[in-house]
């Protein structure tokens, strides 16, 4: 596996500003990821972030309202623009590629947004 | 429609009761069922990674098995500490990810 870390751990933000949230690894990795979990909710995926080109957005997700950067093979950052009440959740990076010949994600702490 | 189902939603055992989480699935091609465990406020914890009917891993207290329809995730002699909320998802392309709802399991000292 890998270690992973994310900042910040948490905040609590008002509505209509963005926060970025960034993600580190501590070695290479082909694919990374970003997920949001809702209060209550299970691990939904936000999108695929891609070294070197635009990431690849799920049904939903808008690069507007989430930017996604991966400038090398270790970060990538995730911004969640213009909040509301409605974007509070906890937001997963993962990382994949590590175990060869399988599809096994490995999971960063998260980050657990409010929104006011 | 590719689905996740996890049952039961929560469950309370008492110290060294042993019992079983079951995750049933449908998906159109299978590359990967896996384990988690998420404890509140951190990110999921791998546990296991299945592929096949039949395959079956162990770990510590926790063994997972899988069948074409569903896998479980039987816990022997839980303890305290293995108090958690436990996901199970399918892969049902390359890293595409369909995770169920998960079930908190409590147990009681």
């Known amino acids: 596996s890998a270690v992973i870390s994310q900042k910040p751990s948490r905040d609590i933000c008002q509505r209509g500003t963005s926060l970025t949230i960034q993600c580190q690894v501590d070695?290479?990795?082909?694919?990374m990821f970003w997920y949001r979990q809702q209060p209550g909710q299970s691990l939904t995926l936000i999108a695929t972030?891609?070294?070197?080109?635009?990431?690849?957005?799920e049904s939903g997700f808008v690069i507007d309202k989430f930017p996604i950067s991966r400038p090398n093979l270790t970060f990538s950052t995730l911004t969640v623009s213009n909040m509301s009440p409605e974007d509070s959740s906890i937001y997963l990076c993962?990382?994949?590629?590590?175990?060869?010949?399988?599809?096994?994600?490995?999971f960063g702490p998260g980050t657990r947004l409010t929104v006011l | 429609e590719d689905q996740v189902t996890q049952s039961p939603e929560a469950l309370r055992l008492q110290e060294g009761e042993s019992s079983s989480l079951n995750c049933s699935y449908t998906?159109?091609?299978?590359?990967?069922l896996f384990w988690y465990r998420q404890d509140p406020g951190k990110g999921p914890e791998f546990l296991f990674t299945?592929?096949?009917a039949g395959e079956e891993k162990e770990k510590e207290r926790l063994k997972a098995t899988l069948t074409k329809k569903e896998s479980f995730l039987h816990i022997t002699a839980p303890k305290p500490e293995d108090s958690a909320t436990y996901l199970c998802?399918?892969?049902?392309?390359?890293?595409?990810?369909?995770f169920g709802t998960g079930t908190r399991l409590k147990v009681l000292a």
């Open positions: 972030a891609n070294q070197g080109s635009e990431a690849t957005y």
């Open positions: 299945l592929y096949s």
């Open positions: 998906v159109s091609g299978l590359r990967g």
């Open positions: 993962s990382v994949g590629g590590l175990a060869e010949g399988t599809d096994t994600q490995y």
């Open positions: 070695s290479q990795v082909t694919m």
């Open positions: 998802a399918v892969a049902s392309g390359t890293y595409k990810y369909i």
